[in-house]
């Protein structure tokens, strides 16, 4: 009898990890992992993990920097990566690529570029370390990428916006320069 339970035991705990990658992820789950504000800052807001992420409030108002997030990434990325991050004949969707991709990947990413290249095609995505259009705000942007990717934010701006956090613009003026 001991043997046979040992082996229910065995066969129930194999099915449960063959069913694993089927379960539901959290609500809002992406590559960064559960994207709830665990902690705050000047206004900014960080999960669990430390990665920065979106504050949006019941009515709809969204935090300052998901706000400015959308301004960026309509001023240096939608060039390419279409509008709201749906992708384009260009770019790959930032809204389904950030599904699987964290932030230090995001960050490495726009940091250094990347290219791909197969037999069909070459994919370029230039190095933006150097520009401060992008990265005094790579945060920013994450941040309005993540709640796009993880369904909390729509189409087109932001409707209502937190105001701006107090010191935001020194902070800005010191990294433009």
Not at 4 to 24: E, I, Q
Not at 104 to 133: I, R, W, Y
Request: charged share 15%.
């Amino acid at each position: 009898m001991t043997m046979r339970n040992g082996a229910n035991a065995t066969l129930l705990v194999a099915l449960l990890l063959a069913l694993l990658p089927f379960a539901p992820s959290p609500v809002g789950a992406d590559g960064s992992g559960d994207p709830a504000p665990a902690s705050s800052s000047g206004g900014e807001y960080s999960d669990r993990q430390g990665n920065p992420t979106y504050k949006i409030d019941k009515d709809g108002t969204v935090d300052w920097y998901t706000s400015v997030g959308y301004l960026r990434y309509t001023a240096n990325c939608m060039q390419c990566h279409g509008p709201d991050g749906l992708g384009s004949s260009f770019a790959p969707s930032l809204v389904d690529a950030l599904q699987t991709l964290g932030y230090e990947q995001f960050l490495d990413t726009v940091t250094n570029g990347k290219k791909t290249v197969n037999t069909s095609q070459e994919l370029v995505m230039p190095a933006f370390g150097v520009n401060p259009n992008v990265m005094c705000y790579v945060e920013a942007i994450f941040i309005y990428l993540r709640a796009r990717s993880d369904g909390a934010l729509g189409r087109g701006p932001p409707q209502k916006s937190a105001p701006r956090p107090a010191g935001y613009s020194a902070t800005e003026n010191a990294c433009m320069g």
